[in-house]
């Protein structure tokens, strides 16, 4: 974890979901808790999603590098998460998407934060579209 991270973490939960600095007035930021692929410890980050009716769609964007971001691997290797959304926590399962449902999903991102087309530009990868199902409690 780094210190960037673990802050955002810390106003996340102490502001009910809202954090300043370069996120000041998203209302799209989530807190995934995965298992670690090869460690199996419990790690947490701050991402933005893509609402999307009952799921939230992740992309494992890397900011545009060339390799995939922990959380991706630890989601594949156990598609199980805890997932913070405002003050509220719960268990989700992961769903690796691909073709034009991935497509059209990573394009509302783009729509959202016109970044994530930067991102795309930047890498040869293919990167990965993730929807998140909350799981019955």
Request: hydrophobic share 35%; aromatic share 8%; glycine share 8%.
């Amino acid at each position: 974890m780094n210190a960037f991270n673990d802050n955002v973490i810390a106003e996340f939960r102490a502001n009910g979901g809202k954090v300043g600095g370069p996120f000041e007035g998203r209302d799209n930021m989530v807190l995934i808790t995965t298992t670690g692929a090869k460690s199996g410890r419990r790690v947490t980050n701050p991402l933005v999603y893509v609402p999307d009716g009952d799921r939230i769609i992740l992309i494992a964007s890397n900011g545009g590098a060339d390799k995939h971001p922990a959380w991706y691997h630890n989601l594949r290797a156990n598609p199980e998460l805890q997932v913070e959304l405002g003050t509220e926590t719960y268990i989700a399962k992961a769903e690796f998407l691909t073709g034009p449902e991935a497509d059209s999903l990573y394009q509302r991102m783009v729509d959202r934060m016109p970044q994530f087309a930067d991102y795309r530009a930047k890498t040869t990868r293919q990167i990965p579209v993730i929807a998140v199902h909350r799981q019955p409690a």
